[in-house]
């Protein structure tokens, strides 16, 4: 079956815009959460959505950064007014509650790039 | 804090074993993760261990010591394909799926 879809797979913007970058979790899926690898950095939580329950907002870096998931499915990850470090590859990944050890398929990621 | 350590770089030779070191010191422990990803690719899921001992899946094998905070990942009979990156991932909340906590990675290169 399908698998996390994300898109765009590349963004380029200059420091200052809106991104907005756009999950698609595996169907039925109830868990969905956004990661991001910077260079040499390990993956860094930042969002988790899991069915109707508020979202867990605790890895988020700034008040810049937001996500919402709309109908418990599609989710956007918006960073307003991009810097320079917020270049890195943001992955989304969704999971089933429960499956054995509560695997987390992730999607290809988004490369996002501030210039 | 959270912290997963795990070596940054591996060499070893096709056909060999290697072994992956991952150390981690968390809040709380419920389960340890290993993931392989390719250059380019998003993480695909290896291995899963919330007890101790040794869980074993084809050329793949991990270990788990809660006491020692200690884990491996054992590969054998390397494959070139084998080159890649390895996760490390601790979920250290209760309750079912949420999220991870990441180390930085071991990237195997598999050599002739």
């Known amino acids: 079956g399908a698998g996390v879809s994300q898109s765009p797979s590349n963004k380029v913007t200059e420091k200052g815009k809106d991104v907005e970058l756009r999950c698609d979790p595996i169907s039925g899926h109830t868990a969905l959460y956004w990661y991001r690898q910077s260079l040499g950095q390990g993956l860094e939580f930042l969002i988790y959505f899991q069915g109707n329950s508020a979202p867990d907002k605790s890895g988020l870096p700034s008040d810049r950064f937001s996500a919402e998931r709309t109908g418990g499915s599609v989710s956007t990850l918006t960073i307003q007014r991009t810097q320079q470090e917020d270049s890195a590859v943001y992955l989304c990944?969704?999971?089933?509650?429960?499956?054995?050890?509560?695997?987390?398929?992730f999607g290809p990621g988004t490369r996002l790039t501030v210039t | 804090g959270q912290n997963i350590d795990q070596p940054t770089e591996m060499t070893a030779t096709e056909g060999a074993i290697v072994q992956i070191n991952c150390t981690y010191q968390?809040?709380?422990?419920?389960?340890l993760f290993w993931y392989q990803q390719h250059a380019g690719e998003a993480p695909t899921f290896l291995s899963y261990?919330?007890?101790?001992g040794l869980e074993e899946k084809g050329r793949f094998s991990s270990f788990l010591s809660r006491s020692k905070g200690y884990s491996y990942l054992l590969l054998k009979e390397l494959q070139m394909k084998d080159s890649a990156s390895y996760l490390c991932a601790v979920r250290d909340q209760q309750g079912g799926n949420t999220p991870l906590v990441f180390g930085k990675g071991t990237r195997l290169s598999v050599i002739a």
């Open positions: 990944a969704s999971s089933l509650d429960p499956t054995p050890g509560y695997e987390q398929y």
């Open positions: 968390t809040s709380g422990f419920n389960g």
């Open positions: 261990n919330v007890l101790d």
